[in-house]
Nanobody
């Protein structure tokens, strides 16, 4: 069982930056592909970014390319999401997720473990 705990959310103005962190309890963290999803009110949960266990492969949804960066530190069992040039449409609850196997996964059903979420609010 992997427990994931997100931190770093908050309220910022448009154009600002935030860095989300997700700490994992599992010692074999490096065996998991990791991702950040988000869900805004009355919208479906969407994949924002994903990263393989080595960090060598990443995926970004088109709306965040060039603004967000996903990274991981396997020694610290932590995955990060650096968010720059934030827009009001980035407002959502952001969730960290872990998928067995270590590869980049783009389907939510591939992720077996989820954090509780952290709120990001971007004002115009």
């Amino acid at each position: 069982q992997v427990q994931l705990v997100e931190s770093g959310g908050g309220a910022v103005q448009a154009g600002g930056s935030l860095r989300l962190s997700c700490g994992a309890s599992e010692g074999s963290f490096k065996n998991y592909g990791m991702a950040w999803f988000r869900q805004a009110p009355v919208k479906e949960r969407e994949l924002v970014a994903a990263i393989s266990w080595t960090g060598g492969s990443t995926y970004y949804v088109d709306s965040v390319k060039g603004r967000f960066t996903i990274s991981r530190d396997n020694a610290q069992n932590t995955v990060y999401l650096q968010m720059n040039s934030l827009k009001p449409e980035d407002t959502a609850v952001y969730y960290c997720a872990a998928a067995r196997g270590g590869a980049v996964a783009v389907r939510a059903t591939s992720y077996a473990y989820w954090g509780q979420g952290t709120q990001v609010t971007v004002s115009s």
